[in-house]
């Protein structure tokens, strides 16, 4: 039994020498073993997931997109920059045709203007530009006084003290209500110690008298709600409401119609036969035109007649005109200054103005 198991032992021990061997001489020696790149797994990048032939692809699109984009970039910078000289030359053409179309007005005033002279004094604002004149006629001197209003507060008539019955100068009237220029407006009649505008009277779009139909030749003359000169003899307070006036007051006679000079009935042709006047017109732009003519008294012996006034008129090129209250109530204030010469020695108090302002 004990010669077998040592036979066995000496079998395993000559099988294991090669092996041992093998083993201390590898720990005894200085060899390094070394692995190539390939017996390590690479990192997974989206790059290296895809085939190198679906890379280029891809790659070749990003570039067109972004050459696709400069181009877009470079065509919007181009149509913005056509877009604007569009806009300007565009702007250029409608200031062009703005002062194309201005030129007949331009040359309408200036012709209209020639015939007044040259302008003693003028106010120009954002609201008006008012142009003063000094005239020299045969048998009186006058004053013209040329509006060009530009808004629709640029003018408007008030009450004197702004209350019926009461009365005032046009010098307060105008210091009071802060207005630039003003003239006097209609007729007037006095009772019980008051003084009370004559016929319809419109301030402020409203009646502050009652409508009168025409008698003894009363005609209503004021401004509408575009600001153009509205007159005559209005039948109806309905014919009158048709026109939208603003303002407006009463006196006689009408003097001017479409240019043309309207008869004077024979009352008014001799009393007074010459006299203090005011006058109001129109030009064919709108434009307004006022004349104020100086006399001494109202005896009849200096001033105007109202055949002179419509001839002053027709050669200053107005369209309608129509005669203002006169004698020792023409008033007219330029500047906050007295322009003409009140017959009385000073203004009288009125219950009616024309007021302007800048």
């Not at 040329?146 to 210091?175: H, Q």
């Not at 017109?281 to 006034?309: C, H, I, P, R, W």
Request: aromatic fraction near 8%; hydrophobic fraction near 40%; charged fraction near 20%.
């Amino acid at each position: 039994m004990n010669v077998t198991v040592k036979a066995l032992n000496r079998t395993a021990l000559l099988a294991c020498a090669p092996f041992l061997g093998v083993m201390i001489w590898l720990l005894l020696s200085d060899i390094v073993i070394q692995l190539s790149e390939a017996a390590f797994p690479r990192p997974v990048t989206e790059q290296s997931m895809l085939p190198e032939a679906d890379i280029t692809p891809a790659s070749t699109g990003l570039d067109h997109a972004r050459e696709t984009a400069a181009q877009t970039r470079q065509s919007i910078q181009k149509q913005m920059k056509l877009y604007e000289q569009t806009n300007a030359e565009m702007a250029k053409i409608s200031s062009m045709a703005a002062s194309q179309a201005m030129k007949p007005l331009i040359i309408y005033d200036r012709n209209i203007t020639s015939k007044l002279g040259k302008p003693a004094a003028a106010i120009e604002s954002g609201k008006l530009r008012a142009q003063l004149f000094y005239i020299q006629a045969e048998n009186f001197k006058a004053y013209a006084l040329k509006i060009k209003l530009k808004s629709s507060d640029a003018m408007t008539m008030t009450l004197g003290g702004d209350s019926l019955g009461k009365a005032e100068t046009t010098l307060a009237a105008v210091k009071r209500h802060g207005a630039a220029v003003g003239v006097n407006a209609g007729g007037f009649a006095d009772g019980g110690g008051k003084r009370y505008p004559l016929s319809t009277t419109i301030v402020d779009g409203e009646y502050v008298t009652d409508f009168e139909a025409p008698r003894a030749n009363l005609f209503f003359v004021g401004l509408n709600d575009q600001n153009e000169l509205i007159g005559g003899k209005f039948p109806s307070k309905s014919q009158l409401d048709a026109k939208k006036p603003k303002f407006g007051a009463s006196f006689v006679p009408v003097l001017l119609r479409g240019g043309a000079p309207q008869p004077i009935p024979l009352k008014w042709q001799t009393s007074p036969k010459r006299a203090p006047r005011t006058v109001v017109a129109n030009y064919k732009d709108d434009q307004l035109l006022f004349l104020v003519a100086d006399g001494y008294n109202e005896s009849g012996s200096s001033g105007a007649t109202l055949g002179e006034m419509q001839l002053l008129l027709q050669r200053y090129g107005a369209v309608d005109g129509y005669n203002l209250d006169g004698g020792g109530s023409s008033s007219l204030i330029f500047n906050g200054r007295v322009i003409n010469k009140p017959s009385d020695g000073q203004l009288r108090k009125l219950p009616t103005h024309f007021l302007f302002f800048k």
